[in-house]
């Protein structure tokens, strides 16, 4: 039976907002809100954290929700997910989801309906669309990563994991998206910068800090808040 491996990256080292993941969030930290939103998948998770002296505090965070984690290189995140796998026994055809950890709102039943579609259309690699900047997750077989690993050639295909296989091997392969009824891609609940985690903690608050709400829910909250709507087009304005 095939085993889903649940990679996230993550870091201490961000350029634009250094130490984001254990930013304070809901009495939590970024990271420890991202888990409690994927609890169901707790037992398939592995945090690939760097090996550059600054993880400790991902680690800590790991340790103490009994979470995986694996030690890679900082710059080569290909790298980093391909030996996470392979150190927790992945084989030829289980499933690897990457997901990274600048998403704490990223949403459980969104990622299980990647996966459901991603077997369903017998894709080698599938990602999401129209969802809010924040809500992605792709989804490959371990043999893929590994073919990656080995063949990718420039330092994006390496920083980035995936563009081998949607880019550079994308005529090889069978590429699927799983589609968001709805486009709602227009806003952006990722956390890159300030303004980012002004928009996230104010999401939460409109939650009452609750972490079990459904994508639908948030959606609703998105549309109807507009101070969100302000953060997101001064943030698109800059980028």
Do not use: W
Not at 36 to 44: G, S
Not at 52 to 78: A, F, M, R, S
Not at 84 to 93: M, N, S, T
Not at 153 to 173: A, F, R
């Amino acid at each position: 039976m095939k085993k889903i491996f649940l990679i996230i990256q993550a870091r201490m080292t961000s350029t634009r907002l250094p130490k984001k993941v254990v930013l304070p969030l809901s009495g939590k930290t970024v990271l420890e809100v991202m888990m409690e939103r994927l609890e169901p998948f707790k037992d398939n998770i592995i945090i690939a954290t760097t090996n550059d002296g600054t993880q400790q505090p991902i680690i800590d965070i790991c340790q103490k929700h009994n979470l995986k984690y694996y030690e890679g290189d900082t710059q080569n995140v290909l790298s980093r997910y391909y030996e996470a796998a392979l150190a927790f026994g992945a084989k030829e055809d289980d499933i690897i989801v990457r997901c990274t950890s600048d998403c704490p709102l990223m949403d459980k039943e969104i990622v299980q309906k990647t996966i459901d579609f991603f077997i369903s259309s017998k894709a080698d690699y599938t990602h999401n669309s129209g969802f809010p900047v924040g809500i992605s997750a792709e989804v490959f077989h371990f043999s893929l990563l590994q073919e990656a690993y080995e063949k990718a050639q420039s330092d994006y295909e390496k920083e980035h994991v995936t563009p081998y296989m949607y880019i550079s091997s994308k005529d090889k392969l069978k590429i699927t998206t799983f589609k968001s009824e709805k486009d709602e891609s227009n806003y952006r609940i990722t956390l890159d910068e300030i303004d980012d985690y002004k928009a996230i903690q104010e999401i939460y608050k409109l939650f009452d800090c609750r972490t079990d709400f459904s994508y639908q829910e948030l959606v609703q909250k998105l549309h109807e808040n507009p101070y969100i709507h302000a953060i997101n087009a001064h943030v698109k304005q800059k980028t």
